[in-house]
Each structure stands twice: as C-alpha cells, then as structure tokens.
C-alpha cells in the first residue's frame, strides 16, 4: 500500500517517543497534549510517515 520510507532505528525511537506522550496523557495531570503520541506510534507501527514522502527523506535504507 505504502512504500516504507521509516527505519528500524526511527520506528525504535517513534514507538517510545508516542509511548511515553500517550503515558503522560493516561497518567499525568490533565496532559491532553499527550494524545498526540498516537502519531509518532502509528508511525512507527506501520513503517511510513507522510511528512517523510512529503520532504523526501528516507531512513528505510530501501528505495
């Protein structure tokens, strides 16, 4: 469907990155900013970012 254009080393860092902002938002005050970790975490979860395609980066090492 996509064509992967995120790296094992991004994905590692994305899928922490939206787990520790979606933990903020479960357990933090109030932190509904937080729920944008969902982003960054389907990211990761899928291998592809739209702004990655969009600035034409890549970090897959495939082309």
């Known amino acids: 469907m996509f064509t992967q254009n995120v790296g094992l080393i991004d994905r590692v860092v994305r899928a922490a990155a939206g787990i ?3 933990a903020l938002a479960v357990f933090g ?3 509904a900013w937080g729920w944008i970790g969902v982003v960054p975490l ?3 979860a899928v291998s592809f970012c739209p702004a990655y395609r969009l600035l034409g980066l890549n970090t897959c090492g495939r082309q």
């Open 29 to 31: 005050e109030g932190m």
């Open 20 to 22: 520790f902002l979606i």
């Open 42 to 44: 389907a990211t990761a």
